[in-house]
């Protein structure tokens, strides 16, 4: 083998190219997790991250191909090319960040509390719920899984499968509090006004970033630019706004 035919084969394909080949741009995300990505009464995938990839989709002159994937198994399902990127409100950990690569961040979130309207004025901080006599839910292998067994550990854990049935509990009087994404909380909140109180200073530092294959400069290098115009260019304020300030 040549030099040149050695170095073209230990190079991998950048999924920009891939993408562009396959004429779609196949992205990653979970449903469920407001206003990041919902299904919609028509059953269509609408919020912040779907409006981004289907802009992102656009701007590479292929289509949006949604992949709905549950949470545990999103990164298995990009390492093993299910999708091209995640974008599914995916927080920046060292933990991912050893299995992935990530863009720069788009938006920084925390933790919040939804509680008991009962304990209102009991709690008033994460700090105050680190005690077996509470019991607080989150959803299983989140940063607020991760957040409630450093932070809260004392209490009596328990972890749902979906960010819904989680907050369900505190609402039906199962669960004293529900640790959250602080975006997710407020909307369900706004929802569900009296039945849930939000102690709404987050209590993590949560950068979350589009998720994609290690060893691929290209696609990282087109995406940390595409978020770059779309800050610069009022894209990315007017749906900041459609989903977050509305
Ligand atoms: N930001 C949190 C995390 O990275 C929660 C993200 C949940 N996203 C979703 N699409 N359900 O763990």
């Given amino acids: ?80 090319d299910k999708c091209d990127i995640i974008m599914g409100g995916m927080t920046i950990t060292a933990e991912r960040n050893l299995k992935v690569n990530f863009a720069d961040p788009y938006i920084v979130v925390g933790q919040s509390i939804l509680m008991k309207p009962s304990l209102a004025g009991k709690i008033t901080s994460y700090k105050d719920l680190n005690d077996p006599k509470y019991t607080v839910v989150t959803k299983l292998g989140t940063t607020g899984d991760a957040a409630t067994k450093k932070y809260i550990g004392q209490s009596n854990i328990r972890l749902f499968d979906t960010e819904a049935d989680g907050a369900l509990e505190v609402v039906n009087g199962k669960a004293d509090a529900f640790v959250y994404d602080l975006p997710f909380n407020a909307i369900y909140a706004a929802q569900n006004a009296g039945k849930v109180v939000h102690l709404d200073k987050p209590f993590t530092y949560e950068p979350l970033g589009w998720a994609i294959r290690k060893n691929d400069p290209d696609f990282l290098n087109f995406l940390n630019n595409f978020l770059r115009q779309t800050k610069g260019d009022g894209t990315y304020d007017r749906l900041y706004q459609k989903w977050f300030e509305s």
Avoid at 13 to 30: I, M, N, P, Q, Y
Avoid at 43 to 48: H, L, R, T
Avoid at 73 to 78: E, K, N, S, V
């Fill in 1 to 80: 083998l040549g030099v040149a035919t050695v170095s073209q084969a230990a190079m991998a394909e950048s999924a920009v190219d891939k993408v562009v080949s396959a004429g779609e741009l196949r992205v990653c995300f979970e449903a469920g997790y407001m206003p990041f990505e919902m299904k919609n009464k028509n059953g269509e995938f609408v919020g912040f991250d779907i409006d981004m990839g289907k802009l992102m989709a656009k701007s590479m002159g292929v289509k949006f191909t949604p992949v709905n994937t549950a949470w545990d198994g999103i990164i298995p399902a990009l390492l093993t």
